[in-house]
């Protein structure tokens, strides 16, 4: 079953301070592979989550914008959402998830 479920990775409008070229790329789940967040360099990401619920599997595909906010990535979706993920080199924490640079 394919479902659409909001993720809690959301981006925000791109400031324009430089620093998204650096940042720009795939970030891929430590724990699970076909998890990932791609960030582009025009300030915009998309994101794809696979979880396993009973019986059933929930897909995600989650598109926004992103901006650098001193240490953090602050994502944003059109209807609102927002959530800052600390960013420490290639690595990225997104609520309980460590997301790695590839």
């Known amino acids: 079953m394919r479902r659409r479920v909001a993720l809690p990775v ?3 409008a791109l400031i324009g301070c ?3 070229s650096g940042i720009s790329g795939k970030y891929v789940d430590s724990k699970n592979a076909a998890c990932y967040l791609e960030l582009h360099s025009d300030g915009t990401f ?8 009973y019986q059933v599997q929930y897909v995600s595909d989650v598109a926004g ?3 650098i906010e ?3 990535v602050e ?7 927002a959530q800052k993920c600390p960013l420490n080199g290639a690595i990225l ?3 309980s998830h460590t997301m790695v640079k590839q």
């Open 18 to 20: 430089g620093r998204s």
């Open 65 to 67: 914008t992103y901006r």
């Open 10 to 12: 959301i981006f925000g």
């Open 46 to 53: 998309f994101s794809h989550s696979i979880d396993q619920g």
């Open 75 to 81: 994502l944003s979706t059109s209807n609102g959402m």
């Open 93 to 95: 924490i997104n609520g």
């Open 70 to 72: 001193g240490n953090d």
